[in-house]
């Protein structure tokens, strides 16, 4: 029914900008153009990336048509959105083999034979200076600084420079090139889609709808997903890998992550969380999560495989023959617990490895360690776990 294809479409979405406009496109049986813009500022994707990823599939199954718009040109400006200082921009070496790691792993998720790939720079590299001026006379810097980033920017006195007003601009101007029906982006991008809205009704066309989808959270529940923290889960990473960080996450998170990253159906996951209300154990409905996101991105055997390995380590506490070795150095013959974790980069901080032995979540030779001061001899070997994923045999010299 149509009224269910409009809210599996609309479901995780964070905001519909016009929301009368976005259903009487869905009703009219038009085949949409659907745009989402990635600039290739880093070399892999993670699952943050894919929620955007996921959507323009759901689009792309129902018979629209999905661009997955490579900013090879405006990656060379850097997004400044949401940036307290200028960004670097990239070098072009950078953004062309950037770009062929996205061409490689975007199809993962979407149909190779349902997806353009497009490259700002095929008509941004055809624009002259006159071209550029005249595009820039569209918009005021009044306007501009209504951005928040700008506009904090600007009262504290710190730099902008002109061609990062630019960048909003130009992803603007690429709906215009596109003709674009809808434009997919994170909440944090709201402005930029907004000015693309903009271009479009100076330029004579119908304004794209705006969607924007939540920004996930990464592994800590707290911060968005990012690599520069440490909370990501790359679509490259190994079968066991993915499966072990997915498994880490609260069963709270657990359900963001459903919404976000799951194909499965609203009704399929209303259906799991009455069976966790229930009384089921959250973890068996984790397993299914990590199963489905590990097939996607490998295959369903390698997703049983990380399953089974996943158990055997945690739940049956089995101790893998490639288990990581480490050798820790002593101060005078002996180390503390907390120096060992830290030492062996089992943990982040001492105040981490303070907390985590607080938690119970250490163990050595699966003893749990309750007193972060025990003092350890040189010429131990031991079997060290820390929380639910970080295992390793330290040697200490």
Same mark, same amino acid.
């Given at each position: 029914m149509l009224s269910e294809q409009i809210s599996e479409l609309r479901r995780g979405v964070a905001e519909v900008l016009i929301d009368r406009e976005f259903t009487q496109l869905i009703e009219s049986g038009k085949r949409l153009t659907i745009k989402a813009g990635f600039d290739p500022t880093a070399p892999d994707l993670h699952l943050g990336h894919t929620v955007i990823l996921n959507k323009m599939r759901q689009f792309q199954e129902r018979g629209h048509s999905v661009v997955?718009?490579?900013?090879?040109? $405006?990656? *060379?400006? =850097?997004?400044? $959105? =949401?940036? #307290?200082?200028?960004?670097?921009? *990239? #070098?072009?070496?950078?953004?062309?083999?950037? #770009?062929? $790691?996205?061409?490689?792993?975007?199809?993962?998720? *979407?149909?190779?034979q349902r997806t353009r790939i497009e490259f700002n720079s095929t008509w941004m590299?055809?624009?002259?200076?006159?071209?550029?001026?005249? *595009?820039? =006379?569209?918009?005021?810097?009044?306007?501009m600084l209504e951005r928040e980033d700008f506009r904090?920017?600007?009262?504290?006195?710190?730099?902008?420079?002109i061609h990062e007003f630019l960048y909003p601009l130009i992803q603007g101007y690429d709906s215009v090139e596109l003709n674009a029906d809808i434009e997919l982006g994170g909440t944090d991008q709201k402005f930029n889609l907004l000015i693309g809205r903009h271009l479009q009704e100076v330029y004579g066309q119908r304004p794209q709808v705006v969607v924007t989808m939540p920004l996930l959270e990464g592994l800590d529940g707290v911060q968005k997903m990012s690599k520069s923290l440490n909370n990501y889960i790359g679509v490259s990473e190994s079968p066991g890998s993915m499966f072990g960080k997915l498994m880490s996450i609260s069963d709270t998170l657990m359900w963001r992550y459903f919404e976000l990253l799951s194909f499965r159906n609203q009704h399929e996951i209303e259906k799991l969380t009455n069976e966790v209300t229930n009384g089921r154990n959250p973890r068996d409905i984790k397993y299914k999560l990590a199963r489905e996101l590990v097939a996607r991105f490998h295959d369903s055997q390698a997703a049983v495989q990380a399953q089974t390995e996943f158990i055997a380590r945690f739940t049956n506490r089995e101790v893998p023959a490639d288990i990581t070795e480490i050798s820790v150095k002593s101060d005078a013959g002996k180390i503390d617990a907390v120096q060992l974790l830290k030492r062996a980069n089992l943990v982040e901080s001492t105040s981490a490895a303070h907390r985590l032995v607080a938690q119970g979540a250490v163990r050595f030779d699966d003893v749990r360690v309750d007193n972060a001061k025990l003092s350890l001899q040189a010429g131990t070997s031991l079997i060290v776990r820390v929380g639910k994923r970080r295992l390793a045999r330290i040697r200490i010299s």
């Open positions: 997955f718009l490579i900013g090879d040109f $405006t990656g *060379l400006i =850097g997004d400044p $959105t =949401g940036r #307290s200082v200028t960004r670097p921009p *990239l #070098s072009e070496a950078q953004v062309k083999e950037n #770009s062929q $790691t996205y061409c490689d792993q975007v199809f993962k998720i *979407l149909d190779p590299n055809k624009l002259n200076a006159a071209d550029l001026v005249r *595009l820039a =006379g569209k918009y005021t810097v009044a306007r904090v920017r600007h009262e504290t006195g710190r730099p902008i420079a």
